[in-house]
């Protein structure tokens, strides 16, 4: 997913599938969203605040990196930077489940967000053939691991609300012929099994991942879509780790929802207050000059968008590439200008 620009403007790495700092929130989620006196998120501080329930339904994480960083800037007297981080931590960002001890993720994160009477964001990137050997590759070993991760998923969650995202550009690869053909037919059963079991729960939501507007043949994609078994999902997410516009994700997003039964749709706002970055090499790693853009809702206005959505974790690195540290891994100054971009 984090290949070279082809026109999607992929940057997925940026989603960083960090296995231990993962299961250290899940552990401390588990407990309550304790803090303990060692971790910066926990020195005395003004606490970061959950959204309107009836705007913004899902739950803000306190344990989050903008949240820990926040408290870190108040502890060292930066009250400018921290109000500015303040502006990511105290909107609900997904949270990306890995596969080493997902059931206790899962559970963590709804039991967190039911304990706060709101709804938990996830996102399942667990395919097998990920990224088809890119940047972000890996995955399930074959489609009986994947099937075992989805199956720990859905035990975690159980009856809590929750809503997941499922699997950032699996169909889109296959579109492209990144990922080889012999692996279609297994990923099109896999994803449609997935949908499956996540939907059998009595409170989760699912929306498959379709890309973003930065491709340019979306036709292409309606008939995959199907295939993967959207139709029996709650609707489909676009622009997921992208930059492309809302209203550029909106019109992509309805030209695939008139193929597929005007089925509704999701659109990752995280980062895309100024729109793609166009210039340079790689634009869609660590550009320069980018802001955070709609602030997480469910009141869209439209009725096939369900949700404007942070799914993409704002102030996370692309990558090490324009100073940044490795995929995935926080970075403050990032983060600072994103909050200050105009």
């Given at each position: 997913m984090y290949r070279k620009n082809t026109g999607r403007g992929p940057g997925f790495a940026a989603r960083g599938v960090?296995?231990?700092?993962?299961?250290?929130?899940?552990?401390l989620l588990l407990t309550a969203c304790s803090s303990s006196g060692d971790d910066p998120g926990s020195d005395s501080g003004t606490p970061?605040?959950?959204?309107?329930?009836?705007?913004?339904?899902?739950?803000?994480?306190?344990?989050?990196?903008?949240?820990?960083?926040?408290?870190?800037?108040?502890k060292d007297g930066k009250k400018d930077e921290a109000e500015q981080i303040r502006k990511?931590?105290?909107?609900?960002?997904?949270?990306?489940?890995?596969?080493?001890?997902?059931?206790?993720?899962?559970?963590?994160?709804?039991?967190?967000?039911a304990k706060a009477d709101r709804d938990a964001l996830?996102?399942?990137?667990?395919?097998?053939?990920?990224?088809?050997?890119?940047?972000?590759?890996?995955?399930?070993?074959?489609?009986?691991?994947?099937?075992a991760f989805v199956?720990?998923?859905?035990?975690?969650?159980?009856?809590?609300?929750?809503?997941?995202?499922?699997?950032?550009?699996?169909?889109?690869?296959?579109?492209?012929?990144?990922?080889?053909e012999q692996f279609h037919e297994e990923r099109y059963d896999l994803l449609k099994g997935a949908i499956g079991k996540?939907?059998?729960?009595?409170?989760?939501?699912?929306?498959?991942?379709?890309?973003?507007?930065?491709?340019?043949?979306?036709?292409?994609?309606?008939?995959?879509?199907?295939?993967?078994?959207?139709?029996?999902?709650?609707?489909?997410?676009?622009?997921?780790?992208?930059?492309?516009?809302t209203k550029d994700s909106v019109a992509f997003g309805k030209t695939l929802s008139a193929?597929?039964?005007?089925?509704?749709?999701?659109?990752?706002?995280?980062?895309?207050?100024?729109?793609?970055?166009?210039?340079?090499?790689?634009?869609?790693c660590n550009p320069p000059g980018r802001a955070l853009g709609e602030a997480p809702t469910t009141r869209t206005d439209d009725p096939l968008v369900d949700a404007y959505l942070w799914i993409k974790r704002p102030g996370e690195s692309d990558g090490t590439c324009r100073g940044g540290p490795k995929a995935g891994q926080w970075w403050p100054e990032y983060a600072l200008d994103l909050a200050k971009a105009p």
């Open positions: 960090r296995t231990g700092a993962a299961l250290a929130g899940a552990a970061v605040k959950q959204q309107p329930k009836g705007t913004d339904p899902y739950w803000v994480n306190p344990e989050g990196n903008a949240a820990k960083q926040v408290a870190a800037y108040e990511i931590a105290e909107q609900p960002v997904a949270e990306w489940l890995v596969p080493e001890n997902a059931e206790e993720q899962a559970r963590g994160f709804t039991e967190a967000a996830l996102v399942l990137y667990n395919i097998p053939h990920r990224d088809c050997g890119q940047y972000s590759e890996g995955g399930a070993a074959d489609g009986n691991a994947y099937r199956d720990q998923v859905a035990k975690g969650i159980g009856d809590r609300r929750a809503t997941v995202i499922l699997e950032p550009d699996a169909v889109l690869h296959m579109v492209d012929n990144c990922t080889p996540l939907k059998s729960l009595k409170n989760t939501k699912v929306y498959l991942d379709a890309g973003n507007a930065g491709w340019k043949n979306p036709d292409s994609l309606w008939e995959p879509l199907k295939w993967s078994g959207v139709e029996q999902a709650d609707g489909f997410s676009v622009n997921v780790s992208n930059f492309q516009t193929k597929i039964g005007n089925k509704p749709f999701v659109v990752d706002t995280a980062r895309n207050g100024n729109g793609p970055y166009d210039k340079g090499k790689d634009p869609w």
